[in-house]
């Protein structure tokens, strides 16, 4: 059902949806939670995930894993809260799930959209230090740097991927 009210934009709905579980006290597996919150985010109902994810977890109608985390942090990237990024990457750590490619990628993406480019390349070189730099990366600091009007650092960022991915 959620998966069709966001493809068809019925974000009304959705909303209500989202409420109906909560209040159902319906029991889901991460798997469930995480597909659920990436259907609101993708209509951009980032406060209802947000409260989805909350109340099914304080209510112990699922225990979150590393997925679920990611599809919270994937709806949070998209409305630039960095704040919200930064307490659910924090909230991920401590109960143990350690953030992958996936997980930074994302972090990367919400500061690249809210403009905090010394964080973002902080993150970059968290993800480069790791050997997980690749072209979906390198392409959203290009992108990014492009559309604030930083062509030279874009240009130099795109001169320095055949060193960065061990190519001559």
């Not at 990628?105 to 993800?127: H, M, P």
């Not at 072209?135 to 991927?161: N, P, Q, Y």
Request: charged share 20%; net charge neutral; glycine share 6%.
């Amino acid at each position: 059902m959620a998966s069709c009210l966001s493809h068809a934009r019925q974000n009304a709905p959705l909303s209500l949806l989202s409420k109906e579980v909560v209040n159902s006290r319906c029991a889901m597996s991460p798997g469930a939670l995480g597909f659920f919150i990436r259907c609101l985010g993708s209509t951009g109902l980032v406060e209802e995930a947000n409260f989805l994810f909350d109340q099914v977890k304080m209510m112990g109608l699922c225990v979150p894993n590393s997925y679920t985390y990611n599809c919270l942090l994937e709806a949070i990237s998209k409305s630039a809260s960095i704040d919200l990024v930064q307490m659910r990457l924090k909230e991920m750590c401590d109960s143990g799930w350690a953030p992958d490619k996936y997980t930074l990628t994302l972090v990367l993406q919400a500061y690249c959209n809210a403009r905090k480019f010394d964080k973002a390349l902080s993150v970059f070189n968290e993800i480069y230090g790791r050997g997980w730099a690749d072209g979906h990366v390198m392409s959203i600091l290009v992108l990014t740097f492009s559309k604030c009007s930083e062509v030279d650092k874009a240009f130099e960022l795109i001169e320095r991927m055949p060193s960065i991915f061990g190519m001559k």
